[in-house]
């Protein structure tokens, strides 16, 4: 099982955002890998808003990605924060992949039957 990080977009409609990037997790299950999603996490406790707290949001995202097998990239649009992302990657050599449009069908084995290898 891969450890992936997920990126996709926060800022703008958030609420909508959020729903989205709850599907890129969901299909990452699906395909047998755990994930990571800093914005779901994050903005919970830091404010976006702030320019400080974000930047420190960013900064940890990339400690947690330097530390993930690839970094999948969900939508169309690009934000800033995944520019960012999408940067370190190729930099610290961490795989991308781009994943323009969800497929969501929920498959039994990813949903019921994951093993956790130790």
Known sequence: M???YVAS???GDIKKNIEYAKQACRYVLNEGNAFF???LLYPQILDDNNPEERRLGINIGKEFLSKCDELWVFGEHISQG???EIEFARVIGIPIKRIMKLDIEIKEEALFCMRIDR
């Open 82 to 84: 995944m520019f960012e």
């Open 2 to 4: 891969k450890l992936i």
């Open 9 to 11: 977009p926060y800022a």
């Open 37 to 39: 999603c800093p914005h």
